[in-house]
């Protein structure tokens, strides 16, 4: 698996991998700065220039505090939205990747149609539905976790991760339920794979890479199991 991952990062500099790296990340950066950008609109239309409390007297700045604030929510709300948005925005892209990594690895293999955009766009959206709904489950773990909050992270994104790229990266070549049949059978491997994959999610911006890396990396280790079989 270490081998499939540094594989998958030395072909980082690939054309193909920069251009879907850089979709990604424009849109995922986009929607994010739009987010906050209504955040702040909300702020200041609805935070009174200065509230009046007693004893004390007329208090100003509240609105600018609550920029402040707003901006601080925002970046540790990266760590758990950018991920799954730049997921959901490259899952549209993926096949791209997996074509890049299988023209340069295998380059012997047949080639093979590509998804309907129509269903792209419902991995993705589903994808990416799932993403926020666990993680927002999961909180109610990471309350109970103390200290080991950062492994439960990694194993549940790890799940996550492992089960999606890997059948979408398989499904190409094997049919949704021929690799969701491949999956069952080595799942704790794709889950390793996964949570090697969720590490680095709990580090800004670097977590933007990972879509991109886990789609090139699973699919040096679907090859591997499917030869296997």
Request: glycine letters at 8%; aromatic letters at 12%; a positive charge.
């Amino acid at each position: 698996m270490l081998g499939d991952f540094l594989k998958a990062l030395l072909q980082l500099g690939d054309k193909p991998f920069r251009r879907v790296m850089l979709i990604g990340v424009m849109l995922s950066l986009a929607l994010l700065v739009a987010v906050y950008a209504g955040f702040l609109a909300l702020i200041q239309t609805f935070t009174p220039d200065a509230i009046d409390i007693p004893f004390v007297g007329p208090v100003e700045g509240l609105d600018t505090l609550l920029s402040w604030g707003s901006a601080l929510f925002m970046i540790g709300l990266s760590v758990f939205l950018m991920m799954p948005v730049a997921s959901a925005f490259t899952g549209l892209f993926l096949e791209d990747v997996a074509q890049a990594v299988e023209d340069r690895h295998y380059p012997a293999l047949p080639p093979v149609p590509r998804l309907p955009l129509g269903d792209a766009l419902v991995d993705a959206a589903n994808f990416f539905a799932l993403l926020i709904a666990v993680n927002t489950l999961a909180l109610i773990l990471y309350a109970f976790a103390g200290p080991f909050i950062p492994i439960v992270f990694w194993l549940v994104n790890g799940l996550l991760l492992g089960r999606e790229y890997f059948t979408l990266v398989a499904m190409r070549r094997l049919g949704r339920a021929g690799a969701k049949a491949l999956r069952k059978r080595h799942w704790g491997k794709v889950w390793i794979a996964g949570t090697l994959m969720a590490a680095p999610l709990s580090v800004p911006f670097l977590n933007l890479l990972i879509p991109v890396l886990g789609a090139a990396t699973f699919t040096h280790l679907f090859h591997r199991l499917n030869v296997r079989e």
